[in-house]
């Protein structure tokens, strides 16, 4: 399912496209026919279980990894065979925390990634630092998964890259650094013009910032659109229905759970349509909710199950 | 509207940042190295009191320079995960020109410890009274560099580099001992790779091992009319061909 048009591809008003992007680790699928869609500008969340192939996507987009088929654009330049222009665009936070220079201080690190990076602030750098309560002269060996994380914040942000690729952002953070980070994310977004990816499946923690989702289940995408959309299109609905009924073939039907002769289904598809198959079909609708987006996500992951 | 994009980092920047933070990676080695031929020096300057130091300068044998230069990418490379996504690879460099680029700067770092060591030679050497062709030779310049790329095609261009390293060690170990066994001719050659006209060419011939490592070929480098300048310049020639296929096993378009 996606919402997201495609004629917006071909006026470039996308800032990452990927075309049916596969990848095998081994045996593992960890994409299978991947086309994301990020329109420039946006927060875009990517939301799926451990595994579901979030971390592959980013990894695809910096060229650290590459797909077995398919091919990935970031501001319309290949990964593949533009890996370092690609790379200069773009702030990244990777899933683990551990550094492999153990042996230097935080300071030395971000004046070697001031040096790769022509667009590094150094002012909003010292900012960041300050911000993110780093000590420069702390060693990289030495740093708790906190301490880690908030330096990679720094280097991420430091250069005001066009595209963050944030991988399970506020893992290892504290609740009171989570939220002190979100908002200095947020902050840094209204601050600089930057699309964003958040692959996470704490999605409660991002749900202010986002406002387009992407489903990752197994390597697919299960659905692409945006946040509005998802709030419109995916709802609970409460039904009562008569004894031996069917519901129709073509509802996409997420979750479902009964109660009697009262179901409680989680439906996807335009709100006033779904209303009407479920009527036509002999079903009384009670009442419409709309979801979360945790809610909907979930609704979405666990799809297949439900089916 | 596309936003406007970011510039790559300039070839300079980023030479003089890889110069900079692999000396700084290199520090511990070094203070090791420094502190060994401290050490090595009080020996040495007893003997230049004794009148009896020439024995420490007789030697032209660099091949413990050559193995120093295979082993040194080793400690440059330490804790890089040269074959997964790591910080290095998410630099705004093209992939395999970065790779080169650390080789660079980690020989940049090998000449400057081997300046350093050939002043220590050399300058103890005077101190001696042993001075002259025997005592140093700036052949091992292009001998270590040749060490120096093979090592680092090792490290670059294999995930298990050390157990690569090892097996072809064992293998020039089980060589040499079997060429102790077999014994040598009146000149000095090995009876083992005398037996075959191919293993001769590879042991003595004038593109061979021997020439690689016997200070005649390094003294060759300052007479360019003798012979032991096109084998060194073979060997530097394939220790670059060997190092560029290693780096482009992390080229851009190459899949881990």
Redesign the interface.
């Known amino acids: 399912m996606s919402s997201l048009p495609e004629h917006a591809v071909e006026r470039?008003?996308l800032?990452v496209v990927t075309h049916a992007l596969s990848m095998r680790y081994g045996r593992e699928t960890a994409l299978e026919g991947v086309d994301l869609r990020v329109p420039?500008g946006a927060v875009y969340v990517l939301i799926g279980t451990n595994g579901a192939g979030k971390s592959t996507a980013m990894?695809v987009l910096?060229?650290?990894?590459?797909p077995?088929s398919g091919r990935a654009e970031v501001?319309?330049?290949d990964t593949?065979?533009?890996?370092?222009?690609v790379?200069?665009?773009?702030g990244?936070i990777?899933e683990s925390h551990a550094?492999?220079?153990?042996?230097?201080t935080c300071g030395?690190l971000m004046q070697?990634?001031a040096?790769?990076?022509?667009?590094w602030d150094h002012a909003y750098a010292a900012q960041l630092v300050e911000v993110f309560g780093v000590r420069a002269d702390r060693k990289l060996g030495t740093l708790s998964k906190g301490e880690a994380r908030r330096l990679q914040f720094v280097l991420a942000l430091a250069?005001r890259?066009?595209l963050l690729l944030l991988d399970e952002p506020t893992d290892g953070l504290d609740p009171v650094m989570r939220n002190g980070t979100l908002a200095q994310l947020a902050g840094h977004l209204a601050d600089t013009?930057t699309t964003v990816i958040i692959a996470t499946h704490h999605v409660h923690e991002v749900e202010s910032l986002a406002d387009h989702v992407g489903v990752l289940r197994e390597g697919r995408l299960a659905a692409q659109m945006t946040r509005d959309d998802l709030r419109r299109m995916v709802a609970r609905y409460r039904v009562e229905v008569p004894e031996g009924w069917q519901p129709p073939s073509e509802l996409r039907v997420l979750r479902r759970s009964r109660t009697g002769r009262e179901m409680q289904w989680t439906l996807a598809g335009e709100r006033d349509d779904v209303t009407a198959r479920l009527a036509a079909a002999g079903a009384t609708v009670r009442d419409v909710t709309a979801l979360s987006l945790e809610e909907a996500a979930l609704a979405f992951l666990s799809e297949e199950e439900a089916a | 509207m596309q936003p406007s994009l970011h510039g790559t980092p300039r070839g300079r920047e980023v030479v003089l940042e890889q110069v900079r933070i692999t000396g700084l990676a290199l520090r511990r080695e070094a203070l090791v190295v420094a502190v060994v031929l401290a050490i090595v020096s009080v020996p040495i300057f007893v003997d230049i009191a004794n009148g009896t130091a020439g024995t420490w300068f007789d030697s032209s044998d660099w091949v413990p320079l050559g193995v120093i230069s295979l082993l040194f990418p080793f400690a440059m490379w330490r804790g890089e995960k040269r074959f997964a996504p790591s910080f290095f690879w998410t630099l705004p460099v093209d992939r395999r020109k970065l790779a080169l680029t650390r080789v660079f700067a980690g020989w940049v770092w090998l000449m400057v410890a081997l300046a350093i060591f050939f002043c220590w030679h050399r300058g103890l050497a005077l101190l001696s009274g042993v001075a002259g062709a025997e005592t140093t030779s700036l052949m091992a310049f292009p001998g270590t560099t040749t060490f120096y790329l093979f090592g680092s095609a090792f490290v670059l261009g294999l995930r298990h580099p050390l157990r690569w390293f090892l097996g072809t060690f064992g293998v020039f170990f089980l060589l040499a001992s079997l060429n102790e066994a077999v014994g040598r001719t009146p000149e000095g050659h090995s009876r083992l790779f005398m037996s075959s006209s191919f293993l001769r060419w590879i042991a003595y011939g004038p593109y061979g091992i021997d020439t690689l490592l016997d200070s005649k070929a390094l003294q060759s480098v300052l007479n360019a009319a003798t012979r032991g300048v096109i084998p060194t310049f073979f060997w530097l020639a394939a220790g670059l061909a060997v190092l560029w296929a290693a780096a482009s096993r992390h080229g851009e378009r190459r899949r881990h």
């Open positions: 470039g008003e800032a420039e990894k910096l060229n650290l990894v590459r077995d501001f319309g330049l593949a065979s533009r890996g370092a222009e790379r200069a665009q773009i990244y990777p550094h492999d220079y153990a042996w230097m030395r070697h990634a040096a790769h990076y022509p667009s250069h890259p066009p013009p």
